[in-house]
């Protein structure tokens, strides 16, 4: 199939959701520290994560695949919590959204950060949009969709400590445009679930209890989806009997009028 590396382009479409974040109450509030991420969704899962036992902060988490990531907020947030760092100087002018406004008057995007310090393990982050370069994260730009995308990421998860390109942890925040019909919208949520739920009983790390009831492993799932009672069978059969436990979450950063939530899916128990 085929795919290419993402590249640093801007695109005028971005104007929009600029537009949008630079009137939202919950961003404007967090644009006033120096730290600042590129999509208001990175607020949702910093909240995701702080609240559900900081899933991401574990020392043991050593690889991380962020499907639907552009313009890349949660890979920043994973980024930083498997320790990639950049200064203070990167982060609040090459990464954040102030940054994108002034790569809208440029028109173009071609840096690199400049201090960056090395974290663990391994981040790919998939879109079908370019996203900007981040420290430590490897981005793809594909659709997740189509055939053969699979393999690409676990071949991008790979390394000599990471041979079978296994994942501790997937992430989906990917997300259909809106069509307007409530039908195909949730027949596309549907679909999306579906890929990546087949993607991930290939890729997560099984869970194991050793003889005195130790845990390993036991990869984590997080997975957008828009309420449908479709996606309630979808929980029941294919989430419910695969992980040791399934919360469905409406993290408070979510907008109230939007009907997405969030499955956290802990310690796939690799039975499928
Ligand atoms: C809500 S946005 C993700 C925001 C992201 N988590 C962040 O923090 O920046 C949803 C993304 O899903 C992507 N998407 C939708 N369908 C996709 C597909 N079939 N393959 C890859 N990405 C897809 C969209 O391009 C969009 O960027």
Sequence with gaps: MSFRPTLPLYKKSSTSWLARQSRDPFVKARMSSPSSYRSRSAYKLIELNDKWGRFLSRPSVRSVVDLGAAPGGWSQVVAERLGWTMDAEDNAEDFGLREEAKVQKRGSWSVEPKNKTAGRGKIVALDLLPIIPIPGVQTLQMDFLAPGSARVVRDALKSSQNPEGTS?????????NFSGSKIRDSQMSLDICHAVFDFAKDALTVRQVDERGKV???????LKHFAHPLLQEFRKECLEPNFHLVHYIKPE??????AEGYWLCRGWLGKT
């Design 216 to 222: 390993y492993g036991g990869g984590i799932l997080l």
């Design 168 to 176: 501790d942890i997937v992430l989906s925040d990917m997300a259909a």
């Design 253 to 258: 950063s979510s907008r109230a009028d939007s």
